[in-house]
């Protein structure tokens, strides 16, 4: 799974999308766009590291995910609606050698044994992240401008 949220270091997809997006900058999108990523809001994430924590068996492992898979093209066409945006401020890029085609874990046995399931739906993740990159450019603008992102 991909987490997302608030507090979000630049460089990965969302934050990178979002911040170009709202300073009217293009976003690069790999190849086709059709890889697939599983999206994990941070509070699902550690929601579900605490009920691993109290009521996992010890020595198991927990897939902790988000339930919402979706290609970067998909992702892509939220974020460009979210921010008001078009196709005209993606580039198409070369696909990274060896890029993974998927990202997504099996949740079902930290459901049946813990109960977990993600309470962040994905759109209203999303559209909290955006405004949150809109109301927090103090936070990330010296980040984008140290990592020269």
């Known amino acids: 799974s991909n987490n997302y949220g608030p507090y979000h270091f630049p460089e990965k997809v969302i934050p990178l999308f979002v911040t170009n997006l709202i300073d009217d900058k293009h976003v690069p999108l790999y190849g086709e766009g059709n ?7 941070v509070d699902d994430h550690c929601r579900g590291i605490a009920m691993v924590l109290v009521g996992g068996r010890a020595g198991e492992i927990y897939n902790i995910g988000g339930g ?68 927090n450019r103090a936070w990330w603008e010296p980040l984008k401008e140290r990592a020269a992102l």
Do not use: C, M
């Open 68 to 135: 919402t898979e979706l290609t970067n093209t998909g992702l892509t066409q939220l974020l460009l609606d979210a921010t008001g945006k078009d196709w005209s401020y993606v580039d198409r890029v070369t696909d990274r050698l060896g890029h993974d085609l998927r990202y997504s874990v099996d949740i079902g046995k930290i459901q049946a044994e813990l109960g977990y399931e993600p309470q962040v739906p994905f759109e209203q993740g999303l559209a909290d992240v955006v405004q949150w990159y809109r109301d």
């Open 35 to 41: 890889n697939i990523r599983d999206w994990l809001h």
